[in-house]
């Protein structure tokens, strides 16, 4: 079994796990009580020129331990601070040593839209992405079937949440497209060899129609990278490890931007 799909496959089974303690019919009408959200993700990526989205992720299964020390709020905080227009926050435990807590302690935290990132497999994590704070859930393409894209899309829009529909190919952005995504990310990292190319972008960039936004995710380490991705149309761009190696997430922040 390839990386993603392990992934994947641990992701239902910590899914089961919950269900043990809060049931599916629980959570859903729990999540459905709170005040609708308004989109805030996706307005973020909207606003005129290129958006950040700015990642706390401890661990990697590429890249391995990342930040052995991680105070998860104080760098949400500075993220917020030095401008990030949206901040991810990696859930999955056991390859990212994420956790449900940093998400919904950031969430509360900061003002900034929280991306709940992790392997959504089942609609279960889009309700416990809602109940923990989040304003947007990852949809992988790759791990989830059309009608799954579509159901999961119909929650999000229940609850107003964004959801960032990730592609890796042709026949994927295709697929989101179908299911109605509205943001589309194209990652960089294949997840399945983990080998890095921002052609990827390039090239399928020309798939997505304007009125869809583009997102470009991984790999990106320099204020070259950046703008590269902004002549192209990116909308925004996702960095994770360039930042959570920074000892000052600020100024690199700044330095990606073409400020410094
Ligand atoms: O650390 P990087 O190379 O800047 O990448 C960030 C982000 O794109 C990456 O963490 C990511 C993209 N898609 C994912 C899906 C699941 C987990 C993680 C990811």
């Known amino acids: 079994m390839n990386i993603l799909d392990q992934m994947a496959e641990h992701a239902r089974q910590r899914v089961e796990a919950a269900k043990q303690t809060l049931p599916l019919a629980e959570i859903k009408r729990q999540a459905l009580s709170l005040p609708k959200g308004d989109f805030r993700f996706e307005k973020a990526l909207a606003k005129p020129g290129l958006a950040f989205i ?49 998400l919904k302690e950031i969430a509360s935290a900061v003002s900034t839209p929280c991306l709940r990132k992790d392997f959504t497999v089942d609609a279960y994590m889009i309700y416990e992405a809602k109940l923990l704070g989040a304003s947007a859930v990852l949809l992988i393409c790759a791990i989830l079937n059309d009608a799954q894209l579509k159901e999961y899309l119909a929650i999000c829009e229940d609850l107003g949440l964004s959801a960032l529909v990730e592609a890796h190919d042709d026949a994927e952005v295709d697929r989101a497209l179908a299911a109605g995504a509205r943001i589309l990310g194209v990652n960089n990292r294949n997840l399945k060899t983990f080998t ?14 304007q009125d869809v936004l583009f997102v470009s995710e991984s790999g990106v380490k320099t204020a070259e990278d950046v703008s590269g991705l902004a002549a192209i149309g990116a909308d925004a761009v996702l960095i994770g490890e360039t930042l959570m190696r920074a000892p000052d997430k600020t100024a690199k922040l700044r330095e990606l931007k073409g400020l410094l």
């Not at 890095?196 to 129609?209: C, F, G, H, K, Q």
């Open 54 to 102: 700015c990642e706390c992720k401890k661990a990697s299964p590429s890249k391995g331990l990342i930040a052995p020390e991680f105070p998860y709020l104080q760098i949400a905080r500075e993220y917020e601070a030095a401008g990030a227009d949206a901040i991810s926050v990696l859930t999955e435990p056991k390859w990212f040593l994420g956790s449900d807590d940093y």
């Open 196 to 209: 890095v190319d921002t052609e990827n972008s390039r090239r399928l960039r020309a798939r997505i129609p």
